[in-house]
């Protein structure tokens, strides 16, 4: 799931959200090394890292320490804030002091945010 056209539609997807997802969350695992693994049954699905450990999955759409851990290396957080009344949170990534102009998302909250301008610097900025 790294390809440019898949990152960006997930981003879309993740803008579109008014609440946490774990469909979402399930889908972004293996950009953090997490594999997802229907045991079937009793056990459904399970996730491993990269040490073949039994781990849970992160809440990304949830918490913003989660979301973090998508921001691609050499990314910063330029900005997050909550926008004037009407607009919904935003977030910017870049990888220099420039402004914020790299990796843009918006969502109903700040971890959304992140995980949609997170998606889009991995997919090449925008």
């Not at 981003?11 to 693994?37: T, W």
């Not at 450990?53 to 989660?66: E, K, Q």
């Not at 330029?78 to 009344?85: I, R, V």
Request: aromatic share 4%; glycine share 10%.
């Amino acid at each position: 799931m790294t390809d440019r056209d898949t990152l960006l539609a997930l981003a879309e997807r993740v803008e579109g959200l008014s609440n946490p997802n774990r469909d979402i969350d399930r889908d972004l695992a293996p950009l953090v090394f997490i594999r997802v693994v229907d045991e079937g049954h009793p056990l459904g699905t399970c996730y491993y890292d990269e040490q073949h450990h039994g781990v849970p999955l992160p809440a990304f759409t949830a918490s913003i320490d989660a979301a973090k851990t998508l921001v691609p290396k050499g990314w910063h957080v330029g900005m997050l804030t909550e926008c004037d009344e009407g607009d919904s949170p935003g977030c910017c990534l870049t990888q220099n002091e420039e402004p914020c102009r790299h990796a843009v998302g918006r969502g109903a909250d700040m971890a959304l945010s992140l995980v949609a301008a997170s998606l889009r610097a991995r997919a090449g900025g925008l």
